[in-house]
């Protein structure tokens, strides 16, 4: 059974850093793509960032791209976010994704707000 569980999320200052994790569990890591998704209030889920199942291809969306990378830990079956240089709009719930073919699983999301 496939289980997302990801941490790391609080209240920073505009231009604060922030690291999130997402541990999981029940699935070869290697052979899954992985995403964290991001829904702020009333508005709809949105990709932010994705890496493949081996870590070597990823992808941003415009808004993070190089303030936000994405990585993976195989060995310890976790996913990272690093984010920096963060603004108020990046407020939201994050939520990390696993998906392989067309299955794809979610996690429970930690909410991250930036403000001063």
């Known amino acids: 059974q496939v289980r997302l569980v990801e941490s790391g999320g609080g209240l920073v200052q505009p231009g604060g850093s922030l690291r999130l994790s997402c541990a999981a569990s029940?699935?070869?890591?290697?052979?899954?793509?992985m995403s964290w998704h991001r829904q702020a209030p009333g508005k709809e889920r949105e990709l932010v960032a994705s890496?493949?199942?081996?870590?070597?291809?990823?992808t941003y969306a415009d808004t993070v791209r190089g303030r936000f990378t994405i990585s993976r830990d195989n060995v310890k079956n976790t996913m990272y976010l690093q984010m920096n240089s963060l603004k108020p709009e990046d407020t939201a719930i994050y939520y990390c994704?696993?998906?392989?073919?067309?299955?794809?699983?979610w996690g429970q999301g930690t909410q991250v707000t930036v403000s001063s």
């Open positions: 994704k696993a998906f392989r073919d067309y299955s794809y699983w």
């Open positions: 890496i493949s199942g081996a870590g070597t291809s990823t």
């Open positions: 029940g699935f070869i890591a290697t052979t899954y793509g």
